[in-house]
């Protein structure tokens, strides 16, 4: 397949907000894809490297060959080509993969040339991408949409999917499913304002405490576990005291869905900082587990007894759960039969308000009888926090002044928009200790891509939770909207950029104040 091709299709999606358009769009291109070229170019659609970071500073990309007449790169070539950009490491390294871009570029024609900066950037980006994928592979395939969407889900990812289908047809579907060492993408919470809220849209449900850590996934096959994160990154070395507590449980074969964190003397939780460090530390850690342990806590059972729960009811898998595992392992939780009894919501309310005192940051609302949407932000989780928070993107950050002379101070904040670009929503320097602006001051200069001396832009990659008193409408900014009093209140370094909120989120809390 030609990469000028895959530029093509992917200027076309984003330039269309039409969903019937952009499946049509897709669904055309995978019946032109070749089951070899799919991971690749699934990935450049996307906006994603398969090699991941290349070490490339923008100064490599201002100054690029003439570009080529016509298009000639395949997707293969361009890949192979970016591996060895990648691979250069060492004394010289950077003359090597400068001579290896001018290489490329002088191959590539000028849209392919404009494309390419914006990968190797991360300036491409196609975050509502995999749910029209999905629906585009169907189309392409003649397989049924929903079936696309769960091997997708048990897969944890689009490309396989698209491999297997391309290659075979709809019945390689059947050869993905819920398989023990295999993790799959969490089941996500949407947002509500308040408990009685949640409680009157779940209907019977359970109130959970919801825990400020980080979320794993934890597989046990006999003797065997691994531990994986949110984006489905195995942590099991970084995490000893976990995976002795999960092989101490009577059961053999079971998935389980929980957080692990970090908690002080009087069983409070530690800065989520201080967990997500802990957990992302890669030396020495039987130390570092002796100086600062983590506790894990379930509140959801995948698989177990060579089952897969997926499709039970909540209410079932939490009985199983049950049987599973002891109270101490298992989130503290509340339950609403009726959610028409007042005194049934009071003891809601009450049990919110010992969860905050605890030093949690919330709830989470969940319906008996949903199922587990694995990879979604279901309509039967519900969460609800006492303050508003945003998950957004850094677009870009300004130098500091004064006595933060030398210091990227001023955060410049956006949020997803439905065809995946970020829309910018305002700027805050607000909340950051002293600690916390060294940290971001080196991190974002690790993906800075310009500097104009005064503003310094970002890779959107890095995710921040925003603290905020309201949404108003702004015509400063491109979205109409902006946040009032924004503060930080930490990184999500465990968010991908499109895990971050969407404008439509912020849309429908200013719709509602």
């Not at 991941?52 to 016509?70: I, K, T």
């Not at 955060?411 to 950051?432: C, N, P």
């Amino acid at each position: 397949m030609l990469f000028a091709d895959v530029a093509r299709v992917s200027r076309e999606v984003a330039a269309t907000s039409a969903r019937s358009r952009k499946t049509a769009l897709l669904a055309e291109f995978f019946r032109a894809t070749g089951p070899q070229d799919v991971p690749i170019a699934i990935a450049y659609l996307a906006g994603r490297l398969p090699q991941g970071r290349l070490g490339v500073g923008w100064a490599a990309l201002r100054d690029r060959a003439s570009p080529a007449p016509e298009p000639a790169l395949t997707v293969t070539e361009v890949d192979a080509a970016l591996t060895a950009v990648g691979a250069a490491v060492g004394p010289g390294s950077q003359g090597v993969r400068r001579t290896l871009l001018q290489d490329l570029f002088g191959a590539a024609t000028a849209p392919e040339q404009e494309y390419l900066i914006g990968l190797i950037s991360g300036e491409v980006r196609q975050g509502a991408l995999d749910a029209a994928a999905a629906e585009g592979l169907a189309a392409a395939t003649g397989a049924a949409p929903a079936d696309v969407r769960r091997a997708v889900m048990l897969a944890g990812a689009l490309d396989p999917v698209a491999q297997a289908l391309l290659a075979r047809g709809p019945e390689a579907l059947a050869g993905f499913s819920l398989t023990l060492g295999q993790p799959v993408l969490p089941m996500l919470a949407s947002s509500a304002g308040s408990v009685a809220e949640a409680v009157a849209k779940a209907g019977a449900c359970a109130v959970e405490e919801k825990l400020d850590g980080i979320r794993v996934q934890v597989h046990r096959d006999g003797t065997a576990v691994r531990i994986f994160t949110r984006t489905l990154d195995d942590v099991t070395a970084r995490l000893p005291e976990v995976a002795a507590a999960v092989l101490a449980l009577d059961g053999e074969r079971f998935i389980l869905d929980g957080e692990v964190l970090a908690l002080d003397r009087d069983g409070r939780p530690r800065p989520f900082q201080e967990t997500a460090g802990r957990v992302g530390s890669r030396v020495d850690v039987a130390a570092a587990a002796r100086a600062m342990p983590v506790s894990a806590v379930f509140f959801d059972v995948l698989y177990a007894d060579g089952r897969d729960l997926l499709d039970l009811p909540y209410g079932e898998r939490h009985q199983v759960l049950e049987r599973l595992l002891p109270d101490e392992l298992r989130v503290r939780r509340a339950t609403v039969a009726d959610p028409a009894d007042e005194a049934e919501l009071r003891a809601a309310d009450d049990f919110f308000a010992r969860t905050l005192r605890r030093g949690h940051e919330g709830v989470v609302v969940k319906a008996a009888g949903g199922p587990y949407a694995a990879g979604r932000r279901g309509a039967s989780w519900l969460k609800v926090k006492p303050v508003h928070t945003l998950d957004l993107v850094v677009l870009a950050v300004e130098w500091g002044h004064g006595r933060r002379t030398g210091k990227l101070s001023n955060l410049h904040l956006g949020a997803r928009d439905e065809d995946g670009s970020f829309v910018m929503l305002g700027k805050t320097f607000k909340g950051l200790t002293d600690a916390l602006l060294d940290w971001q001051t080196e991190r974002l200069r690790s993906i800075a891509v310009s500097d104009d001396g005064h503003v310094v832009t970002v890779r959107p990659e890095l995710v921040v939770e925003i603290a905020y008193d309201g949404v108003q409408a702004s015509t400063r900014y491109p979205g109409g909207l902006t946040l009032r009093f924004a503060r930080v209140l930490r990184y999500r370094e465990d968010k991908t950029a499109e895990q971050a909120d969407t404008v439509a989120t912020v849309r429908a809390a200013h719709d509602g104040e």
